[in-house]
């Protein structure tokens, strides 16, 4: 087993964009297409979850860590419906970047250059993002055992990450890499995709138990991401620790 989970190659080609992160034409442009349907999900889990009832601050009391933030693309929005935030990545670049722009914006989220196994901190979280995350780590087991020791009992990991299929191969990388030019090429590599099942068995291995799973599938007429029942390429799910 590695004792971290850090790829050093992924990092430097997520570092070598950083400056990219908060341009919504740039080359993280899927991401910023694919952000509303994520706060949705996860905000829609965690008010059933928690039985929140604050309706302006839903998220608020809520102690949340988004792994592999990158420039707080996700983690920003957290903060906003009322989140107590952590972001860690483990490029310094992203982090910088991150700080950056919740100064800016007067943002009092936490930024921190750690992975998870790294992290100092005696705190246990209600939520962790792992968002686009676990097909970039180098020991994926090591990773989600990391990451489950810092959420409390009853907490909720969401993770979401893209399926190993012919038809991901095809769509995420043949398609949005070389012929649509959505990401650069190279963003993904196809044998480090997971497939549902796998990442179900590592996740009951480390405590944590599927609430559920679903697809995300882009619509090209309406030019947005929604909710499927189609797992085959990119989907998000939802763990309990028991």
């Not at 998870?116 to 097909?135: F, Q, T």
């Not at 959420?151 to 990450?161: D, E, H, R, S, Y």
Request: proline residues 3%; positive net charge.
């Amino acid at each position: 087993m590695a004792n971290n989970t850090i790829n050093k190659e992924e990092i430097e080609k997520f570092s070598n964009l950083a400056e990219e992160w908060w341009d919504p034409n740039g080359k993280f442009k899927p991401l910023h297409k694919f952000n509303p349907i994520r706060i949705e999900y996860i905000k829609n889990h965690l008010v059933k979850e928690f039985n929140i009832k604050n309706k302006n601050k839903p998220l608020s009391k809520l102690e949340i860590l988004d792994i592999g933030c990158g420039g707080g693309l996700l983690t920003e929005p957290m903060y906003r419906l009322g989140g107590k935030l952590t972001g860690v990545d483990a490029s310094k670049k992203n982090i910088n970047i991150a700080k950056i722009h919740a100064k800016k914006k007067k943002l009092k989220i936490n930024y921190i250059c750690s992975s998870p196994e790294k992290l100092k901190s005696s705190k246990k979280y209600d939520v962790i993002l792992n968002m686009e995350i676990v097909e970039h780590v180098r020991d994926l087991n090591f990773f989600i055992k990391s990451s489950s020791h810092l959420l409390k009992k009853n907490g909720v990991m969401f993770i979401a990450t893209i399926n190993k299929t012919l038809k991901s191969y095809l769509l995420a990388i043949i398609g949005a890499e070389y012929i649509l030019n959505w990401l650069p090429v190279g963003t993904h590599d196809w044998f480090k995709f997971v497939e549902p099942q796998k990442l179900e068995k590592l996740c009951n291995k480390n405590n944590l138990q599927l609430s559920e799973i679903k697809g995300l599938k882009y619509n090209i007429i309406m030019d947005k991401w929604g909710l499927s029942e189609d797992t085959s390429v990119n989907y998000i799910s939802k763990f309990k620790k028991i």
